[in-house]
C-alpha cells in the first residue's frame, strides 16, 4: 500500500502565480521528500525535511510538515513555465530509514 | 555527479519471456530500489536491496525477483513476462538515510516495457 497520497492530483495555474501542493501519509516518519518528474524522465530530488522540521525552504520552494496530521505541503513560488512537471511526495517509515514509498503524484502545468 | 545507468530505455517482449532490467549505480551507494510506475498509480516498490545479497519485497513483488551480486549493479527479473507488468520501470540508489545521511534517491532515466 502507498504511504503518501498527493493532493490535487492534477493543477493548472499562470505563470507567475503560486502553486501549492499537498501530501499526506499513514505512519510515523523519520524523513519526508519532495521529487519532481519532467514527462518521461526520472525523478529528480528537490528537498528534504525531517520529522522534527517544520519547514524549510530551498530557492522558490517552501516545505512545510506537520507530523500530528501526518500531512506535508510543498509551495512553489512565482511558477514558470519550466515548472511544469509531476511532483511526488516520498517518505521513509520508522524503523526503516531506508525503504522509501512514494505518493501518486501531483501533475503541475504553468501556462506562460 | 552521482549516475543510474539503466541498461535499456524501451523494451519489447512477448508473454511468457524471461526479462532482464539492468540498472548499474557508480557512488557506492548501499541502498538500490525498483519501481514501477503505471499512470495514476504513481511509483510502486518492487524491491529494495540494502547491500550486496540482500533484499526486501516492496509493496508489489509478486512476478519479479531481483539480483544483487555486486554492490554497483541491481537486477530486476520477470521470469514470465505477463501484459500487466507493461510498464515504466524506475532503477533508484541511495546512501542510508541515518544521520548526516539525507537518504536522498537518485534515479535512472526509466526503463520503458511493452508486453505483447
Known amino acids: 500500500s502507498q504511504q503518501g497520497e498527493e493532493d490535487p492530483q492534477a493543477l493548472s495555474i499562470q505563470e507567475g502565480e503560486n502553486a501549492t501542493m499537498n501530501c499526506s501519509y499513514k505512519?510515523?516518519?523519520?524523513?519526508l521528500q519532495w521529487y519532481r518528474q519532467n514527462s518521461g524522465r526520472g525523478l529528480v530530488h528537490l528537498i528534504l525535511?525531517?520529522?522534527?522540521?517544520r519547514e524549510k525552504h530551498s530557492g522558490r520552494l517552501r516545505v512545510t510538515l506537520d507530523t500530528s496530521k501526518k500531512s506535508s505541503s510543498l509551495l512553489i513560488t512565482a511558477s514558470r513555465a519550466a515548472d511544469t512537471a509531476s511532483y511526488f511526495c516520498?517518505?521513509?517509515?520508522?524503523?526503516?530509514?531506508?525503504?522509501?514509498?512514494f505518493g501518486p503524484g501531483t501533475s503541475l502545468s504553468v501556462i506562460p | 555527479d552521482v549516475k543510474v545507468t539503466q541498461s535499456s530505455r524501451y523494451l519489447v517482449k512477448r508473454t511468457g519471456e524471461k526479462v532482464f532490467l539492468e540498472c548499474v549505480q557508480d557512488?557506492?551507494?548501499?541502498?538500490m530500489f525498483w519501481y514501477r510506475q503505471d499512470p495514476g498509480l504513481g511509483l510502486r516498490l518492487i524491491y529494495f536491496?540494502?547491500?550486496?545479497?540482500?533484499?526486501e519485497k516492496g509493496d508489489i513483488p509478486e512476478g519479479y525477483s531481483v539480483s544483487r551480486e555486486k554492490k554497483e549493479r541491481f537486477s530486476l527479473i520477470l521470469e514470465s513476462a505477463s501484459t500487466n507488468q507493461t510498464s515504466m520501470y524506475l532503477c533508484?540508489?541511495?546512501?542510508?538515510?541515518?544521520?548526516?545521511?539525507?537518504?536522498?534517491?537518485?534515479f535512472g532515466e526509466g526503463s520503458r516495457l511493452t508486453v505483447l
Open positions: 533508484a540508489s541511495s546512501l542510508p538515510g541515518m544521520g548526516e545521511n539525507t537518504g536522498e534517491l537518485f
Open positions: 505512519t510515523s516518519i523519520n524523513n
Open positions: 525535511i525531517r520529522s522534527n522540521e
Open positions: 516520498a517518505t521513509d517509515y520508522t524503523p526503516s530509514y531506508d525503504k522509501v514509498i
Open positions: 557512488m557506492d551507494h548501499e541502498n
Open positions: 536491496s540494502y547491500d550486496v545479497k540482500m533484499k
